[in-house]
T-cell receptor
């Protein structure tokens, strides 16, 4: 099965900062992606990491540690519209084949006033 | 608009029937992915094509099949439909198979009654 783990749900307050973690196991690695998905809509790309370190993009930042199989997405200055599911996805080798783009189950974030 | 087009947007059909979902990738993208997303579930990887050839397979049922045509559009065929096949089916495309951002279509919502 898939080897990507992330928390199922998180809550946070408007204006605050939240960190969503993701751990993964693959036999090969071509990059880690974060997507945002509102209910019933298509996932939209947020960030991409292939090397260790932090990538910053406005209010969103993503970190990767390949040796630990670990990433996090950091959302700053939370807004109500940030309430959505956040999907961690890994491009790489998984059981049964290589070069798959596999998604975690997603973390449902609820932002409260 | 991601540039990925999926048709139809909605489909209602009876158990035992067969349907075909269509996906046109972004201009220039050679790789097409198909995902299934049941209610409140994560994206389940079905299959991936690159330039007309199957490159990776997920937990795709034998009742399901797909292909990518010379013009790079792809079709997902679902046969002997069951109630449990009701889901959102997403197509995504990317430039190649390794570690590049995938762009998602708006999905086809399939309801089997």
């Amino acid at each position: 099965g898939q080897n990507i783990d992330q928390p199922t749900e998180m809550t946070a307050t408007e204006g605050a900062i939240v960190q969503i973690n993701c751990t993964y196991q693959t036999s090969g690695f071509n990059g880690l992606f974060w997507y945002q998905q509102h209910a019933g809509e298509a996932p939209t790309f947020l960030s991409y990491n292939v090397l260790d370190g932090l990538e910053e993009k406005g209010r969103f930042s993503s970190f990767l540690s390949r040796s630990k199989g670990y990433s996090y997405l950091l959302l700053k200055e939370l807004q109500m519209k940030d309430s959505a599911s956040y999907l961690c996805a890994v491009s790489g080798g998984f059981s049964g084949g290589y070069n798959k783009l596999i998604f975690g189950a997603g973390t449902r974030l609820a932002v409260h006033p | 608009d991601s540039g990925v087009t999926q048709t139809p947007k909605h489909l209602i059909t009876a158990t035992g029937q067969r349907v075909t979902l269509r996906c046109s990738p972004r201009s220039g993208d050679l790789s097409v992915y198909w995902y299934q997303q049941s209610l409140d579930q994560g994206l389940q990887f079905l299959i991936q094509y690159y330039n007309g050839e199957e490159r990776a397979k997920g937990n795709i049922l034998e009742r399901f099949s797909a292909q990518q045509f010379p013009d790079l559009h792809s079709e997902l065929n679902l046969s002997s439909l069951e109630l449990g096949d009701s889901a959102l089916y997403f197509c995504a495309s990317s430039v190649d198979v390794r570690g590049t951002e995938a762009f998602f279509g708006q999905g086809t919502r399939l309801t089997v009654v």
